[in-house]
Nanobody
């Protein structure tokens, strides 16, 4: 079955950095788009970033929500079935639970979070 395991969250000050990792298993990782979602306190789940597959006619493109563009960078390692999110210049509003997600159905973004991990907490505060 599809499993996604996130790690790397923690506490950071505004302007700081954190790196998240997600290990995937149970599906052919390189064929499908993979995304990072975030749920801030009291808010809905939102897609933060997505990486398309580079296989099966897909273009391997990456996508970002407007409020993280230029600060976050998603990358995937298809040899290791891993996806990463490098977060820089963190803001207070980046606080939330971050989930790795896939639908394991399509190679292109956006991703419907049919499958997601347990999440990793990111707290940005002074």
């Amino acid at each position: 079955q599809v499993q996604l395991v996130e790690s790397g969250g923690g506490l950071a000050q505004p302007g700081g950095s954190l790196n998240l990792s997600c290990e995937a298993s149970g599906f052919i990782f390189r064929w499908y788009a993979i995304a990072w979602y975030r749920q801030a306190p009291g808010k809905d789940l939102e897609e933060v970033s997505c990486a398309s597959s580079a296989y099966g006619g897909n273009d391997g493109s990456v996508h970002y929500a407007m409020d993280v563009r230029g600060r976050f960078a998603i990358s995937r390692d298809d040899a290791k079935d891993m996806v990463y999110l490098q977060m820089e210049n963190l803001k207070l509003e980046d606080t939330g639970t971050y989930y790795c997600a896939t639908d394991a159905a399509f190679g292109r973004c956006p991703v419907h979070p049919r499958y997601r991990g347990q999440g990793t907490q990111v707290n940005v505060s002074f």
